[in-house]
T-cell receptor, first 113, second 114 residues
């Protein structure tokens, strides 16, 4: 699986958009970008994933650059409950026996009141 | 609401004890996973199972075994607990499906081995 690089920590003011970058310069054509987050004392939670097009759901937007070497997760109106560690993961299309996710150390996002 | 539950939130055991961590999911998922999480190391996969009675080693299986006798239940076993197995243990499940993989996680069990 391609390696990802994320900043160790970030702050964002409450109500503003939080933009979390991820570098995955060795990504290959069949690899997806996933984002998960982990709020303190809870298990990780899936947020969004994408292949090459930008994606949006009720939680966030995912912007993937045209060369696919980096992406940005956007939380449009951050709230205090968005304080968490955010993980960017790159992995191939799922196939039998190859469903595992490899988590790095992620970005600790703190929302400031 | 989808749910993955783990038998205990906190557990304290002594070195050498046999420890069972239980995980149950109610989503009829084929795949189940056990991870451990340690500061500075992120989540690391111990074992996973893609069907009843099937198991595959993850990245750090040493010192652990697993059991999947029923689809909804996946157990992690520490045959003889050691202090270096003090950690947060997370269970997850997912559907076996094409294209992408959304894993649902339980709340975790914080195990302390004295």
């Amino acid at each position: 699986d391609a390696k990802t690089t994320q900043p160790t920590s970030m702050d964002c003011a409450e109500g503003r958009a939080a933009n979390l970058p991820c570098n995955h310069s060795t990504i290959s054509g069949n690899e997806y970008v996933y984002w998960y987050r982990q709020i303190h004392s809870q298990g990780p939670q899936y947020i969004i994933h994408g292949l090459k097009n930008n994606e949006t759901n009720e939680m966030a937007s995912l912007i993937i650059t045209e060369d696919r070497k980096s992406s940005t997760l956007i939380l449009p109106h951050a709230t205090l409950r968005d304080t968490a560690v955010y993980y960017c993961i790159v992995r191939p299309r799922t196939n039998f026996g190859n469903e595992k996710l490899t988590f790095g150390t992620g970005t600790r996002l703190t929302i400031i009141p | 609401d989808v749910k993955v539950t783990q038998s205990s939130r906190y557990l304290v055991k002594r070195t050498g004890e046999k420890v069972f961590l239980e995980c149950v999911q109610d989503m009829d998922h084929e795949n189940m996973f056990w991870y451990r999480q340690d500061p500075g190391l992120g989540l690391r996969l111990i074992y996973f199972s893609y069907d009843v009675k099937m198991k595959e080693k993850g990245d750090i299986p040493e010192g652990y075994s697993v059991s999947r006798e029923k689809k909804e239940r996946f157990s992690l076993i520490l045959e003889s607990a050691s202090t270096n197995q003090t950690s947060m243990y997370l269970c997850a499940s997912s559907l076996r499906q094409e294209l992408y993989n959304e894993q649902f996680f339980g709340p975790g069990t914080r195990l302390t081995v004295l």
